[in-house]
């Protein structure tokens, strides 16, 4: 397994597939952990950064869930390379950074990744298609329990799991779903829904682009609080706000659907235009016009496309995807350019 | 061409404004990204911390910032600073001014998951309460660690038999 087959194959999360994947993108589970007696990342010396890394690698080699997961140091790996997790929601932006003594331990399927010296000695994340948190907690609570028999957590009865910032103490958990709300957007409706979703205790951003003005119309809603609420509860609340999320979302896609049927058919008409026919297209238009042509898709109006394909372009567009299937540094222009020649191929 | 290398293409527009001046900056993508290196610095949650940090008994506050944790050397000073701590005994040196700064994070001090690590270790010493050991030990069983189980009975037995003992004792 190498990263070249992550740019031949869907990642699990992107399949379009799981309970209400029309509009949940995908759903994902992370638990900040920290070996005990051990400084945490920011504060630890070589020696103890070092250590952490050793352990992780051990333990992992033992685990059977992540029986033939890679176990990468970042420093063994490019810039480009790098980006490219990033991009494929394996690891965070700042992982990227001073890689000396992080690594990224990452399943065949790419459902389930540990970060490894991030803020916290492990991140580990599970992450699926739809709205499925439950499984993704399942998943990635018999994982936190094996790997804890391989090493001791730091944890109090007060307190619970310790981490490095006091924001994620407690159960350590932090659950979010990525869900695409172009009907809500697109009826000036968001910003309303957005206000309510954060006074209820989450917290919401866009995926692309910052706080209603997401690019793309996907936002990012995960749990605010991790401490003095129980992991169950913490996932129940997500869920059941996403369903409400949900059928206000769908209730509106009809409504537009007979109501404003003209200008809806007329923007997903030329976003399907634009995307068959532009020869440079920067990221931003693309998933602006993406984002409309997924609703299309959804609303049938779209019938030789389908959902996986639209989020699969939503990844393969980005950077370090394009210089990977490329093989070579772009610099922006020509990025645009392999972008629109890539969607092209792609949208016909 | 590049505004700074002068080398390069420049591919990147940039308009900056400071003190009402607009400045366009043309750029090629590495000075570009040394400049966007400065802007887009990583502002989040924790970053806001620091305007919490002194949650704590405002007179206390100046010991406060001298409390350095046995364990690793961090002071709460640090903390302020960059909104992390410096390792997991940091907490039990920093309490009286983390308590407060929990409790506005989460509207909670206290931890309520379903979850120990299964090699538990801490939570015995931990626990000090009847209560808390008894949860703890429930949690053990149904992790099927019954040798922490065991220890948290006789831990239980122990501090009953005492308060039974006060009680004859009145």
Request: one cysteine or more; hydrophobic letters at 40%.
């Amino acid at each position: 397994m190498t990263l070249e087959d992550f740019l031949k194959q869907d990642s699990e999360w992107l399949k379009g597939t799981g309970p209400s994947a029309n509009i949940v993108m995908s759903s994902r589970t992370r638990l900040a952990r920290n070996i005990e007696k051990l400084s945490f990342s920011n504060w630890a010396d070589k020696k103890q950064l070092e250590r952490v890394n050793s352990i992780v690698r051990d333990a992992v080699r033992s685990v059977s869930a992540l029986k033939n997961s890679m176990f990468i140091n970042l420093k063994d790996i490019n810039e480009v390379d790098r980006l490219f997790l990033v991009e494929r929601h394996l690891m965070s932006p700042e992982h990227a950074k001073d890689v000396e003594y992080k690594a990224l331990v990452v399943d065949p399927k790419e459902m389930i990744s540990i970060m490894v010296n991030e803020e916290d000695h492990l991140r580990i994340q599970v992450m699926q298609s739809g709205l499925s948190l439950k499984d993704c907690w399942a998943t990635i609570n018999e994982l936190d329990n094996e790997l804890s028999k391989k090493m001791s957590f730091a944890y109090s009865a007060k307190w619970g799991y310790l981490t490095a910032c006091p924001t994620n103490t407690g159960t350590g958990l932090r659950a979010s779903v990525m869900v695409h709300m172009p009907a809500l957007v697109f009826t000036n409706q968001i910003s309303k829904v957005l206000e309510a979703v954060a006074k209820l205790g989450l917290n919401v951003r866009g995926l692309y682009g910052e706080g209603t003005e997401a690019t793309g119309n996907i936002f990012q809603i995960s749990n605010q609080v991790s401490l003095g609420m129980s992991e169950e509860d913490i996932i129940d609340n997500i869920e059941r706000i996403t369903n409400q999320l949900i059928s206000r979302e769908e209730a509106t896609r009809k409504t537009i659907l007979t109501k404003n049927r003209a200008e809806l058919v007329d923007r997903v008409s030329r976003a399907y235009g634009t995307l068959k026919n532009a020869h440079i297209i920067t990221s931003n238009e693309t998933v602006t016009l993406l984002s409309a042509i997924r609703l299309g898709v959804d609303l049938g109006l779209v019938k030789n496309l389908d959902r996986r394909m639209i989020n699969e372009l939503f990844i393969l567009t980005q950077p370090a995807h394009l210089q990977k299937l490329e093989n070579r540094e772009l610099n922006p222009n020509e990025r645009d350019i392999k972008r629109a020649d890539l969607i092209r191929g792609k949208i016909k | 061409m590049c505004d700074i290398c002068g080398k390069k293409d420049a591919t990147v527009h940039l308009t900056e404004i400071i003190n009402d001046k607009v400045t366009k900056l043309h750029l090629c993508e590495d000075c570009a990204k040394d400049k966007g290196a400065e802007m887009e610095e990583h502002f989040g949650l924790s970053d806001l911390l620091a305007g919490f940090a002194d949650l704590g008994v405002a007179a206390e506050q100046e010991i406060g910032e001298k409390i350095k944790c046995p364990s690793c050397g961090f002071t709460y000073q640090d903390f302020k600073k960059v909104g992390r701590l410096g390792c997991s005994e940091c907490y039990e040196a920093f309490k009286k001014h983390l308590v407060p700064l929990l409790k506005r994070i989460h509207g909670s001090e206290r931890h309520i998951g379903n979850k120990v690590p299964l090699t538990i270790g801490k939570s015995v010493k931990d626990a000090t309460t009847l209560q808390e050991l008894k949860i703890g030990m429930e949690k053990a069983i149904q992790l099927e660690n019954f040798e922490e189980a065991a220890k948290l009975r006789d831990k239980i037995k122990e501090i009953e038999s005492k308060e039974k003992a006060t009680k004859e004792e009145k």
